[in-house]
């Protein structure tokens, strides 16, 4: 756990803000009014998936 300790603050900043719009989005996605047996769009899912894709990416240098 050597990065979190060597992180900027502006990676540890980075880092929260990235996990912060993750779950802003999953909890409006776990909130939205989809329908019974309605799968999230393709749009959806991009959109998700690079959000993702963003928070493990900052995350990252913190977890060394």
Known sequence: ????VS???AQVQTARDKVYALAKVLQDISQ???PVNT???AAQIT???AIVDAAVAAIA????
């Open 47 to 49: 959109s998700v998936d």
């Open 32 to 34: 939205g009014p989809l």
């Open 7 to 9: 992180a900027t603050p």
């Open 39 to 41: 799968a999230l769009n």
């Open 1 to 4: 756990m050597a990065g979190i």
């Open 61 to 64: 240098p913190l977890n060394t």
